[in-house]
């Protein structure tokens, strides 16, 4: 199979930092030209499912203004401009829980929509999280650190308390991880 390719690219919408659209036009392996394709361009971010030595899964309570109610989320947020993947995930962990992890797994980068952009996740897990400081709350929503078993995660998925795609992806693919390691 082969790519599409970008003729051109015109920006259509500039709201900063963390929304951009663009107009696209592409050309398809075929050679047919798609002109006007929507494109969205926001910043990468990372996602962590951190671990305690005790093997419970630090995630938060909180609430975004796009969900209903509050969600069960990870850690997360974006990169820096220049920032790698790792070095976000190792500096949202210490900021949003003030803890650091002796080992990182990396479970891969996600494109947020495979043909309108978006930015991409990058997951991580953050194995024998432990606390070292207190964390820095600043982000807008409100966040309750919680600490649950494997089970208890694995449970609140399932019955939807996590309401965010990428949150289900990050909780999904680290339970998985967890339990088949």
Not at 7 to 34: S, Y
Not at 93 to 118: F, M, Q, V, Y
Not at 119 to 128: D, R, V
Request: glycine share 8%; aromatic share 8%; hydrophobic share 40%.
């Amino acid at each position: 199979m082969q790519q599409w390719k970008t003729l051109k690219k015109e920006l259509i919408l500039n709201l900063g930092r963390f929304l951009k659209v663009e107009k696209h036009t592409i050309q398809l392996p075929d050679g047919k030209i798609l002109y006007d394709w929507p494109w969205v361009v926001s910043p990468d971010y990372v996602l962590v499912l951190p671990v305690t030595e005790n093997k419970k899964l630090l995630l938060f309570h909180q609430t975004k203004y796009a969900v209903e109610g509050t969600s069960l989320a990870p850690v997360g947020g974006y990169l820096e401009p220049g920032e790698d993947a790792l070095a976000a995930a190792k500096r949202e962990l210490k900021e949003e829980t003030g803890c650091e992890a002796a080992e990182w797994i990396r479970l891969g980068n996600c494109p947020n929509n495979g043909n309108h952009g978006g930015g991409s996740g990058n997951l991580f897990i953050a194995l024998h999280a432990r606390k070292v400081s207190e964390p820095i709350i600043d982000d807008l929503e409100e966040m309750e650190l919680v600490e649950l078993t494997l089970e208890e995660a694995e449970k609140k998925l399932m019955q939807g308390e996590v309401k965010v795609m990428g949150w289900m992806t990050m909780i999904a693919m680290g339970l998985l991880y967890l339990k088949n390691s």
